[in-house]
């Protein structure tokens, strides 16, 4: 929910937008950055639906917005001038409105790190983190290329993973729905043709009947109930405890464990790397790492590191500590702490993992899409023996 809040800092008035669950989340943020808050409401959403669902703010759109300001920073603009070109250049609503409302902020004197908090749903703590350290240092243009470029190759990965899984979902999808309308309206019509002979069916023929029979006289309640199924495991999935069960799951199913594995170890090496090497301490950037990383299992892992190193043992022993880890990232880390270049080495690092994630991607590809072929000639194949064979008892008995 988007509420606006009017506040006092600095012997300043201030009126903004932010995102959140509730009032009192918004209150906690307004006490934990010294505002002094006068008042807070709910903001009336000028969104509708149909920009909610085809013109809505995308990944890919704060990619591009990134790489746009980090190039025309870099030009000499300044990230006022900056941000009044892309209102008049990007031609999506809410995109606009929400350089517009950046660019009112920035001019009242509100530090953009500051702004950016206010939009959680669209820049997450890694963001904000590397745009506060470029505040810090002068070097915001140089911070905001880095940050473009991880975002461009996230963006690419998430690509990629796509591209694979896209095929093999759409043919599943199409072969799950074709085989429920032909189970529950087709076959019972043919089957029941075999009912005015004499003659004993196949086990094959028996159990479709059985199937076609249950499934064409309660199918409203079939999808119902799948329909249910679908939304409840969803609901579980997104719990916490539901979330630890389906990412520790998925790490044990071949192939696509590995992909995962990769997914989080470029994620993780990538983001110390341009944090440690923008100047942030290493317990802030494995804090970020932390608050980022999607998969609960290493989340948790992470946690563990950055409690050892807080203990005073080095990255390197601290990542030995943890299973999920490979021994590469355990000795590179050690090397780049020794030779005080950490932050290049696990550019390196993030680099190697890259390669090996596209690998395993190929790798999935290459045998989901025969094993997907297969899937569907077993199940046409079931379904066209079980309605020819009694044709042929029936021919023989003639």
Do not use: C
């Amino acid at each position: 929910m988007l509420f606006i809040y009017k506040a006092i800092k600095d012997n300043k008035r201030i009126t903004a937008k932010l995102e959140a669950d509730s009032e009192g989340s918004v209150m906690k943020y307004l006490q934990e950055n010294d505002y002094f808050p006068i008042s807070i409401t709910k903001a009336r959403s000028k969104i509708t639906f149909f920009d909610e669902l085809f013109n809505r703010i995308t990944f890919s759109d704060i990619v591009d917005f990134t790489r746009q300001l980090a190039i025309m920073l870099n030009a000499g603009l300044t990230l006022v001038d900056a941000l009044d070109i892309l209102k008049k250049q990007i031609k999506k609503p809410p995109l606009q409105d929400l350089i517009t409302d950046i660019d009112k902020q920035i001019k009242g004197g509100i530090p953009f790190s500051t702004i950016l908090k206010n939009y959680p749903k669209y820049f997450p703590n890694l963001y904000i983190s590397l745009i506060k350290s470029g505040e810090a240092s002068g070097k915001l243009s140089d911070i905001l290329l880095r940050l473009a470029e991880n975002l461009e190759k996230e963006r690419e990965f998430r690509g990629k993973l796509k591209g694979a899984l896209i095929y093999p979902a759409i043919v599943v999808s199409a072969m799950i729905i074709v085989m429920f309308v032909m189970i529950t309206f087709v076959i019972p019509r043919m089957l029941t043709l075999y009912s005015d002979f004499d003659i004993e069916l196949p086990l094959n023929t028996r159990i479709l009947l059985a199937i076609s029979t249950f499934s064409s006289t309660y199918w409203p309640i079939i999808i119902v109930v799948v329909v249910g199924i679908i939304i409840s495991i969803r609901v579980y999935f997104k719990t916490p405890v539901g979330k630890k069960v389906l990412d520790t799951v998925v790490l044990r199913i071949p192939f696509i464990s590995n992909i995962v594995k990769m997914a989080a170890l470029v994620d993780g090496t990538r983001t110390l790397s341009i944090l440690i090497g923008s100047g942030v301490s290493i317990l802030d950037a494995l804090n970020i790492v932390v608050e980022t990383t999607n998969n609960t299992v290493y989340k948790e892992s992470f946690k563990e590191v950055y409690r050892k190193i807080e203990k005073g043992k080095s990255l390197g022993n601290a990542l030995s500590t943890e299973e999920v880890f490979p021994p590469i990232l355990v000795q590179m880390s050690i090397v780049g702490e020794n030779t005080g270049h950490l932050d290049e080495t696990l550019f390196r690092l993030s680099k190697y993992f890259e390669f090996e994630s596209e690998s395993a991607i190929k790798t999935m590809t290459a045998l989901i899409e025969p094993a997907v072929l297969v899937l569907l000639g077993i199940g046409v194949a079931f379904l066209v023996l079980s309605v020819i064979t009694p044709i042929y008892q029936l021919t023989t008995a003639f």
